[in-house]
């Protein structure tokens, strides 16, 4: 079997928009040894994995795991 048939990624980080198309504010999530943290201005805290998925993502970014 061809070992790339069925490849994993992982999500590791998302950037987040809130407002228009004509301003707004950007945040992000990303993982850092598997705790996630919430980035926002000068402000760094832990969050919930369950916290990141949300209707402000806006690039998502996930890295390829080994099968």
Do not use: C, Q
């Not at 590791?12 to 407002?19: D, E, F, R, W």
């Not at 993982?31 to 919430?38: C, F, L, T, V």
């Not at 805290?45 to 806006?58: F, T």
């Amino acid at each position: 079997m061809n070992p790339n048939a069925n490849p994993h990624y992982e999500l590791y980080a998302i950037s987040n928009h809130y407002g228009s198309v004509g301003g707004g504010h950007y945040t992000a999530y990303a993982k850092n040894e598997d705790k996630w943290y919430s980035f926002n201005d000068s402000s760094v805290s832990g969050v919930n994995a369950d916290k990141v998925k949300g209707s402000g993502a806006y690039i998502l970014f996930y890295r390829r795991r080994p099968n």
